[in-house]
């Protein structure tokens, strides 16, 4: 989810990403802003580099936010965090034509098993 700042004229200036539905928001005097997620933290934003978190913090966020957006994705109605790796395309299929979607990377790829040369083909690519 995001927090998003605008200006008096209507111009998103900020966007926070959280991990997670914010439940409250609140801009203190001094321009920070404090949030609180579902995640259970409070978090408090601000530009004043006096009190920016540590380097090894941030980049914990970072990660925190890319398994948050990576577990709500999906593809072809299918979770992409539910998907097999494509370590599942080292097991042979069982019929001619059997379908197998796997994660790679940021997609869902599609498989169908060739009996006649013992291997898995690629038949497309689903982009969320």
Known sequence: MTVKQYNADGICVQSIEHPGCIWDAKFL???DVVTACSDGVVRIWTTDNNRFCSDEELATYTDIISQYTLS???VGGL?????????ALQVQGNTD????????GDNGVAYSWNSKE???DKVSTFVH
């Not at 034509?97 to 790679?104: A, D, N, S």
């Open 72 to 74: 709500r994705k999906t």
């Open 97 to 104: 034509g059997q379908t197998l979607i796997v994660r790679e």
């Open 79 to 87: 979770k992409l965090m539910d998907l097999p790796g494509v370590e």
């Open 118 to 120: 013992l291997k898995w």
């Open 29 to 31: 005097d001094n321009g």
